[in-house]
């Protein structure tokens, strides 16, 4: 009922700007938190950053805060992360996902897209 579709992944050289977008559908989606999570190869999934789409800031992993962004758009149905200052160690698989509840854990979050990959290079 809910679909999510990563977007915007590449190579990037460290320091640079890359603006991933997590495309959506569902009934639900707007009363719904938004996460991003990134998973590194031989690591496990890392939260990155959600965000609830009725309102609220966004709430950030301490090693993007300041850098990353997460936003929403209600037109589109996206939700998007604004990387800055991008460094190798961002390097990753990204991907968003859809819960009812605020978490900082995969296993809370009920849907999630096929990933997309950001390769940072030093």
């Known amino acids: 009922q809910v679909q999510l579709v990563e977007s915007g992944g590449g190579l990037v050289q460290a320091g640079g700007s890359l603006r991933l977008s997590c495309a959506t559908s569902?009934?639900?989606?707007?009363?719904?938190?938004v996460a991003w999570f990134r998973q590194a190869p031989g690591k496990e999934r890392e939260f990155v950053a959600f965000?609830?789409?009725?309102?609220?800031?966004?709430y950030y992993a301490d090693s993007v805060k300041g850098r990353f962004t997460i936003s929403r758009d209600n037109a589109k149905n996206t939700v998007d992360l604004q990387m800055n200052s991008l460094k190798p160690e961002d390097t990753a698989v990204y991907f968003c996902?859809?819960?009812?509840?605020?978490?900082?854990?995969?296993?809370?979050?009920?849907?999630w897209g096929q990933g997309t990959q950001v390769t940072v290079s030093s």
């Open positions: 996902a859809n819960g009812t509840r605020p978490a900082v854990v995969s296993s809370d979050y009920y849907y």
């Open positions: 965000i609830n789409w009725s309102g609220g800031n966004g």
């Open positions: 569902g009934r639900t989606f707007r009363s719904y938190y």
